[in-house]
């Protein structure tokens, strides 16, 4: 779905340019507390100099610190929940090898980040609330700033230009809940807990990622019937609807994920029952109203807006199955097709991902796992940013950000043993490419450390 919509509420842009800054500072486990006078004081304490950028988002409403040449690495999980007036704390591992901290708020509230000196270390501390401003310490902290030389007084950094565009609305749906628990793993993991925690990690990465929003249809342990799953996310204007959800069957020893969209019987049986319903209905398809017009024309216009919707959905959901292989296993690595009640939107594409069968022993461990379940949100990521930077809707900021040549990127974690001229076969590219898109000198490389990958453009 296409609509305007502009970045409001940039308050302001700080670089701070610290001297011998070093690369590759790596972000710890953060605390975050309420203070006194009804504000919040949030600590990330680094393992070295770092520089930042800081602003301020409204609709909703946050304040986002990015620290350069930075990592956040999966031991510093799991993030702390909210206090006083921030709601939720998302960090996240950018593609320009920066780290974005997110606070999420209920309304726009002063609020001020900074370096400052930590047990014998350096943190980046962000204060929000009325007592918001600079810490009240007498003695200069060395790491906050460069050293000032008595010259002619340098002007004020000013904001970098950011390309114009609207977020693209990511609907993630965790399945189940409330009276409805879904399936049950072999020790008791329920499908509507792991789908809620799941769901929440993908948002938390998807909120981080450049031109795209998150919307949740449950942040709680609620019932939604099915049909009001797909509403919600065609209410919030959605692009893209992920349904999550986890697999069981009675043999235990089958496990995978699996991607399913709509099938033909599906979108057949939501088009007879919507144009049966056109006259009472007060939605509009694709921005058209179906009430407005003849039978005939209503019916043309609804196929095409389900094809076109089920067209993208086939696409995105074959791009996220092979973006999961490169965490886990497959179950089938071809997009299946079913009628699920909740892919029947008939202007939004949408997905439902079985993520794993929680009535294997391994795979339930896993969904427990709060580790691998960032591996996987990050791997369904994964696959929706190489549609969307391959298919970028006109008007956002995925499509200025793409630019007419602009590859896909993929994230891939390199496993023990690989090479980079392995890589390169696998995702059909160079290895030269993917030296450059990293900075690699040589062709070692070590196991653990995230690369990013440009796919080979379709011509």
């Known amino acids: 779905m296409f609509r305007a919509r502009q970045w409001s509420g940039l308050l302001g842009l700080l670089l701070a340019a610290v001297a011998g800054a070093q690369a590759g500072v790596t972000l710890n486990r953060p605390a975050l507390q309420a203070d006194p006078a009804g504000g919040a004081i949030l600590t990330v304490p680094l393992s070295g100099k770092a520089a930042y950028r800081y602003f301020t988002l409204t609709r909703p409403d946050r304040v986002v610190v990015d620290v350069l040449s930075a990592h956040w690495p999966q031991s510093a999980s799991p993030l702390p929940g909210g206090a006083g007036p921030v709601t939720a704390v998302r960090i996240a591992n950018r593609l320009d090898g920066s780290v974005r901290v997110v606070l999420d708020l209920p309304a726009t509230l002063p609020s001020f980040a900074a370096l400052e000196s930590h047990e014998g270390g350096v943190a980046l501390v962000v204060r929000v609330g009325s007592n918001a401003g600079p810490a009240p310490v007498a003695a200069p902290v060395p790491v ?8 002619e007084p340098e002007p004020a950094p000013r904001a970098a230009a950011r390309p114009a565009g609207r977020d693209l609305v990511i609907a993630i749906d965790a399945g189940h809940g409330g009276k409805d628990p879904g399936a049950h793993g072999p020790k008791g993991l329920r499908e509507k807990d792991i789908t809620l925690r799941l769901s929440t990690q993908l948002a938390a990465i998807v909120d981080a990622e450049p031109g795209m929003r998150a919307f949740l249809t449950r942040s709680g342990d609620e019932f939604i019937p099915l049909r009001g799953r797909m509403e919600r996310a065609r209410a919030a204007r959605a692009d893209l609807f992920l349904s999550i959800h986890a697999d069981a069957v009675y043999n235990r020893s089958v496990r995978g994920a699996s991607v399913y969209v709509l099938n033909e019987k599906g979108a057949t049986d939501e088009a007879s029952r919507r144009l049966a319903a056109r006259e009472n209905a007060a939605d509009l398809i694709g921005g058209v109203s179906l009430r407005a017009q003849d039978p005939m024309l209503a019916s043309v216009l609804l196929d095409l807006s389900q094809g076109a919707a089920l067209s993208s959905s086939i696409d995105v959901a074959g791009d996220i199955i092979q973006s999961m292989a490169s965490v886990g296993t497959v179950h089938k690595r071809r997009v299946m097709q079913a009628p699920f009640m909740v892919l029947k939107s008939p202007d939004v594409p949408s997905v439902l991902v079985e993520t794993a069968f929680i009535s294997n022993p391994t795979e339930e461990q896993r969904l427990n796992d709060p580790v691998w379940r960032e591996r996987l949100a990050r791997s369904i990521l994964g696959g929706v940013r190489n549609y969307f930077y391959r298919n970028p809707p006109e008007g956002s900021l995925i499509a200025a950000l793409a630019g007419p040549k602009a590859p896909p990127v993929v994230e891939h974690r390199v496993q023990r043993g ?29 196991a653990g450390r995230l690369l990013r990958i440009p796919l080979a453009q379709e011509t």
């Open 418 to 446: 690989e090479s980079l001229s392995a890589l390169a076969s696998r995702y059909g590219t160079s290895v030269e490419r993917i030296r450059s898109a990293n900075g690699l000198q040589g062709d070692r490389l070590a």
């Open 144 to 151: 906050a700033v460069a050293p000032v030389v008595a010259r």
